[in-house]
Structure formats: structure tokens, C-alpha cells
């Protein structure tokens, strides 16, 4: 408690994905509205949130630790875990000594209380119900966003598509849709706190719509909000091939404050491991997919995602996968080495693949996903694009970073008052992830520029 304002304190730290980001959003928002003063996870407070993760081993380890820290700095106060690791993990959660209350995905609309029952009692409390039931969005609609001026607005959870590598259905439940009005009323709010960009984002994103007998579609809410006064930008976070719909493109192509770029998973380019994987396409309908886009916004930034040594991977579809990866030319990739989550399918399956062969393979998937990146960035040398200036650059005094519309992260001269401005900036270098620019111009609203590539 802060004896001065007589306020109570929490901290939070968020492990994971953009989605656990809006659920901390969620509960600190709780916090506040009870009064709560919100404070940095090194600073002392009353009640310390750690929001796990599980989708890795390393993101189970990391939230382990992100526990056992913050009991060991603070053991008078209320520890609170949530989180998918939580949700799928109680029993391992409980045996650390020290926590005192554990909360499933249902039950974090009560976290306040719970944490306050916390203060009361001395035993742990776990709350953790079975996530399978839960049919209707959790809506917790935001107030404001913790971070920069790019605002995260969660629209969908859950997923029943169940790849057999993946807990991530184990840990969220069936797919839910958050109602459309809700969506617009919070990115209204956000947008008259300055909020300029939003990203939609979701577990399974494309199903967005799906369990509203087509009330409403994905489609639908992204020119919505894209149609919300103030709002500059609006990013979607990882889709399926299958879920870019050419309606969906024609929007990407025609409205400028549709972001250009698409988080198309692929896990894999071999074909065999994709089935191995079931994931719901193959590498053929992948790649047409790409084509497709590519034909109507050819300076897309493609990112992905790529597991590397999925059981019984053979050097051969390793070549294939890495070969596919280079033919799609995405503009960034984020490389997982397969680590086996305990009750999916993948975790039982045969032929692992050893370490330092994993190791080797991750090494060589991480290089080429670099040189692409490079190449991407190479193309638009000598260009002016927009960048929606969001901090200072971490190393250097008198420089802000910020991204391009199709994900370029660039870095320009420029102080605190352009921050969350659309900036002209015409790029003249290359960095190791992203490109040096300079200002082409005063800072401009949503509008394409003349002259810029597109
Ligand atoms: S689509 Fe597959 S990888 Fe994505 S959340 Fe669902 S089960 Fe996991």
C-alpha cells in the first residue's frame, strides 16, 4: 500500500503473445477502475500479476522464473498467476512455494477480487475453470493501452484447429468473436487518446466471424475501424492463407489505411511435415495464395512463422522447407526450434530430432530469414514511405524508430515531438533488422505519398 496516497499498488509482467498483451490490458484496466495505482513490475506493490505463457517450453521456463522473482522480492504481497500456462498447468503452478492465487482464462474478469480475497486468506486460491466452456468473448473493453501509439485491440479467442504440435487450444478454448460494436466503441476510445494505429488481433484470427452465423466478418471490421476518425492505421496479426480472402486484399489495395502487410503462419514449406503438422494447407495452396496477393499488392511485407526439427524431420524436408522459405522472399521471419508441448499429438510422435541437428537447422533457418530480409529491405533504397514514429531509437539520442505500413522498421533523426506522427521519410540505408531514413517531408496524415512506391 502507498501510506502516502493510500492507494494500492500492482505490477504486472507479460509473457507471450499480442493477445496476453490485451488480456494484462484487461486486468490492469480491472485495477484501475478499483482504484489501483499502476507500477512497473521492478518497483514494490501490493498485488504482482505474472500473465504466462506456455506456448514453448522456454515460455513455461521463463514464466517458472518470472514467478519464483517476484516472490522472492516481494514475499508479503499478493503473487497472482495467469496466463495459458496457468490454464493448462495448474498442479505445476501450485507447487511453487509462495504464490498465492492461480487463475484460469474464465476467471480473470474477477482478478481484483480474487487478488483481495488473496490479502485475506492465507492458503492459495485457484481459480481455474474449464476453458472448453466458455462460449460467449471474455469483453473487458480497454480504456487506454500501456503502450507507444500502437494499440493492440483483441476482436477474437480460441481455436479448435488443433495442430498436433500446438497446446494453444488446450490453453484457450473454442473460437469466440468479440461483438463488432464493442470493437469500434474501444478503438473510438483509443483513438481520442491518440492512439493512431491499431492491430487486430486474435488466436486464430481468421475464424474471426465464424460462430456469428454471419453476422459480422473480419472484412467488416477492418474498414470499420479503419473508418474511425483519428485512426491512421489498421495492422492484423496472423492469419492462415486460406482466411486472406480477395475482399480482404481489395481493401489492403485500395484503402490507404489498410497496412500492407500479412503474418501468414507456415510452420513448415515441406509438405510432408505440414501434414504431419495438420496444418490445414499444403505448401502448394500456400504458395498460390502468395502469388495471389503478391499479383495485387507487390510490396506486401510477408512475415512468418517457421518450426524447424518437428519430429522425424528428414534433412531432405529441411532442404524443401528452407528452399520454400526462400521462394515466398518473406520480409521477416520468427524461427522456433520444435519443443515438444507434454499431451499433443507431436509430443508422442516418433524420431525426434536431436538437438544439435536442431540447433544447426535453426542457425541455417535464422540466416536465410536475415538475407531475405535484407533483400526486402534492399528494394525500397531511394524510396519515401510513411513511418508512424512511435519511441526513441533505444541506443541513440536524437532518434526515433517506428514501421513502414509494410513492416519495415526504420530508424530516423527526430526528437520527442514527432512521436506518433506519419513522417515522409526517404530511406537511405540499410541496418542489421531494419533501415536508416531521413525526413522527406512534414509530418502528414493517413494518405499514401506521391512518388512512394505503391
Ligand atoms: S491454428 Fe494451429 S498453431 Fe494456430 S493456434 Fe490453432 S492449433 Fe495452434
Same mark, same amino acid.
Given at each position: 500500500?502507498?501510506?502516502?496516497?493510500?492507494?494500492?499498488?500492482?505490477?504486472?509482467?507479460?509473457?507471450?503473445?499480442?493477445?496476453?498483451?490485451?488480456?494484462?490490458?484487461?486486468?490492469?484496466?480491472?485495477?484501475?477502475?478499483?482504484?489501483?495505482?499502476?507500477?512497473?513490475?521492478?518497483?514494490?506493490?501490493?498485488?504482482?500479476?505474472?500473465?504466462?505463457?506456455?506456448?514453448?517450453?522456454?515460455?513455461?521456463?521463463?514464466?517458472?522464473?518470472?514467478?519464483?522473482?517476484?516472490?522472492?522480492?516481494?514475499?508479503?504481497?499478493?503473487?497472482?498467476?495467469?496466463?495459458?500456462?496457468?490454464?493448462?498447468?495448474?498442479?505445476?503452478?501450485?507447487?511453487?512455494?509462495?504464490?498465492?492465487?492461480?487463475?484460469?482464462?474464465?476467471?480473470?474478469?474477477?482478478? *481484483?477480487?480474487?487478488?483481495?480475497?488473496?490479502?485475506?486468506?492465507?492458503?492459495?486460491?485457484?481459480?481455474?475453470?474449464?476453458?472448453?466452456?466458455?462460449?460467449?468473448?471474455?469483453?473487458?473493453? +480497454?480504456?487506454?493501452?500501456?503502450?507507444?501509439?500502437?494499440?493492440? *485491440?483483441?476482436?477474437?479467442?480460441?481455436?479448435?484447429?488443433?495442430?498436433?504440435?500446438?497446446?494453444?487450444?488446450?490453453?484457450?478454448?473454442?473460437?469466440?468473436?468479440?461483438?463488432?460494436?464493442?470493437?469500434?466503441?474501444?478503438?473510438?476510445?483509443?483513438?481520442?487518446?491518440?492512439?493512431?494505429?491499431?492491430? %487486430?488481433?486474435?488466436?486464430?484470427?481468421?475464424?474471426?466471424?465464424?460462430?456469428?452465423?454471419?453476422?459480422?466478418?473480419?472484412?467488416?471490421?477492418?474498414?470499420?475501424?479503419?473508418?474511425?476518425?483519428?485512426?491512421?492505421?489498421?495492422?492484423?496479426?496472423?492469419?492462415?492463407?486460406?482466411?486472406?480472402?480477395?475482399?480482404?486484399?481489395?481493401?489492403?489495395?485500395?484503402?490507404?489505411?489498410?497496412?500492407? =502487410?500479412?503474418? %501468414?503462419?507456415?510452420?513448415?514449406?515441406?509438405?510432408?511435415?505440414?501434414?504431419?503438422?495438420?496444418?490445414?494447407?499444403?505448401?502448394?495452396?500456400?504458395?498460390?495464395?502468395?502469388?495471389?496477393?503478391?499479383?495485387?499488392?507487390?510490396?506486401?511485407?510477408?512475415?512468418?512463422?517457421?518450426? *524447424?526439427?518437428?519430429?522425424?524431420?528428414?534433412?531432405?524436408? =529441411?532442404?524443401?522447407? +528452407?528452399?520454400?522459405?526462400?521462394?515466398?522472399?518473406?520480409?521477416?521471419?520468427?524461427?522456433?526450434?520444435?519443443?515438444?508441448?507434454?499431451?499433443?499429438?507431436?509430443?508422442?510422435?516418433?524420431?525426434?530430432?536431436?538437438?544439435?541437428?536442431?540447433?544447426?537447422?535453426?542457425?541455417?533457418?535464422?540466416?536465410?530469414?536475415?538475407? %531475405?530480409?535484407?533483400?526486402?529491405?534492399?528494394?525500397?533504397?531511394?524510396?519515401?514511405?510513411?513511418?508512424?514514429?512511435?519511441?526513441?531509437?533505444?541506443?541513440?539520442?536524437?532518434?526515433?524508430?517506428?514501421?513502414?505500413?509494410?513492416?519495415?522498421?526504420?530508424?530516423?533523426?527526430?526528437?520527442?515531438?514527432?512521436?506518433?506522427?506519419?513522417?515522409?521519410?526517404?530511406?537511405?540505408?540499410?541496418?542489421?533488422?531494419?533501415?536508416?531514413?531521413?525526413?522527406?517531408?512534414?509530418?502528414?496524415?493517413?494518405?499514401?505519398?506521391?512518388?512512394?512506391?505503391?
Amino acid at each position: 500500500m502507498d501510506a502516502a496516497m493510500g492507494r494500492r499498488r500492482v505490477a504486472c509482467a507479460t509473457l507471450g503473445c499480442k493477445v496476453n498483451q490485451y488480456d494484462s490490458e484487461q486486468m490492469l484496466t480491472l485495477f484501475r477502475r478499483a482504484g489501483y495505482e499502476v507500477v512497473d513490475f521492478d518497483q514494490p506493490a501490493d498485488v504482482y500479476i505474472i500473465n504466462t505463457c506456455t506456448v514453448t517450453g522456454r515460455g513455461a521456463a521463463k514464466s517458472r522464473q518470472l514467478i519464483r522473482s517476484a516472490i522472492r522480492r516481494a514475499p508479503f504481497s499478493v503473487v497472482a498467476v495467469t496466463g495459458c500456462y496457468t490454464q493448462t498447468n495448474p498442479d505445476e503452478v501450485a507447487a511453487i512455494p509462495g504464490v498465492n492465487l492461480i487463475v484460469g482464462h474464465r476467471d480473470r474478469g474477477r482478478i *481484483v477480487e480474487l487478488c483481495e480475497e488473496a490479502m485475506r486468506r492465507p492458503e492459495p486460491i485457484r481459480a481455474v475453470n474449464d476453458v472448453w466452456l466458455a462460449r460467449e468473448f471474455d469483453d473487458i473493453p +480497454l480504456d487506454s493501452f500501456s503502450q507507444g501509439t500502437r494499440a493492440v *485491440v483483441k476482436i477474437q479467442d480460441g481455436c479448435n484447429v488443433f495442430c498436433t504440435f500446438c497446446i494453444i487450444p488446450y490453453a484457450r478454448g473454442r473460437p469466440r468473436s468479440r461483438d463488432p460494436e464493442s470493437v469500434y466503441e474501444e478503438v473510438e476510445r483509443l483513438a481520442e487518446k491518440g492512439y493512431r494505429e491499431v492491430v %487486430l488481433t486474435g488466436i486464430h484470427l481468421g475464424s474471426y466471424g465464424q460462430d456469428a452465423k454471419g453476422r459480422f466478418t473480419l472484412e467488416e471490421v477492418v474498414e470499420r475501424v479503419a473508418a474511425i476518425p483519428g485512426i491512421d492505421r489498421v495492422r492484423l496479426s496472423s492469419l492462415e492463407p486460406r482466411h486472406v480472402s480477395d475482399r480482404l486484399l481489395e481493401l489492403m489495395a485500395s484503402n490507404p489505411k489498410v497496412c500492407q =502487410h500479412l503474418h %501468414l503462419s507456415l510452420q513448415s514449406g515441406s509438405e510432408t511435415v505440414l501434414r504431419r503438422m495438420k496444418r490445414r494447407y499444403t505448401a502448394a495452396e500456400y504458395r498460390a495464395r502468395v502469388e495471389r496477393i503478391r499479383s495485387l499488392i507487390p510490396d506486401v511485407g510477408l512475415t512468418t512463422d517457421v518450426i *524447424v526439427g518437428f519430429p522425424g524431420e528428414t534433412e531432405a524436408e =529441411h532442404r524443401e522447407s +528452407l528452399a520454400f522459405v526462400r521462394e515466398m522472399g518473406f520480409s521477416r521471419i520468427h524461427v522456433f526450434p520444435f519443443s515438444p508441448r507434454p499431451g499433443t499429438p507431436a509430443a508422442a510422435m516418433p524420431d525426434p530430432v536431436p538437438r544439435a541437428v536442431k540447433e544447426a537447422r535453426t542457425r541455417e533457418m535464422i540466416a536465410l530469414g536475415e538475407e %531475405l530480409q535484407q533483400a526486402f529491405h534492399r528494394r525500397f533504397l531511394g524510396q519515401t514511405l510513411e513511418v508512424l514514429a512511435e519511441e526513441e531509437a533505444a541506443t541513440d539520442d536524437g532518434w526515433l524508430e517506428g514501421y513502414t505500413d509494410n513492416y519495415i522498421r526504420v530508424r530516423l533523426p527526430g526528437g520527442d515531438e514527432l512521436k506518433g506522427t506519419l513522417i515522409p521519410v526517404r530511406l537511405t540505408g540499410l541496418t542489421q533488422d531494419g533501415m536508416v531514413g531521413e525526413m522527406a517531408g512534414l509530418p502528414v496524415g493517413s494518405r499514401r505519398l506521391a512518388g512512394a512506391v505503391r
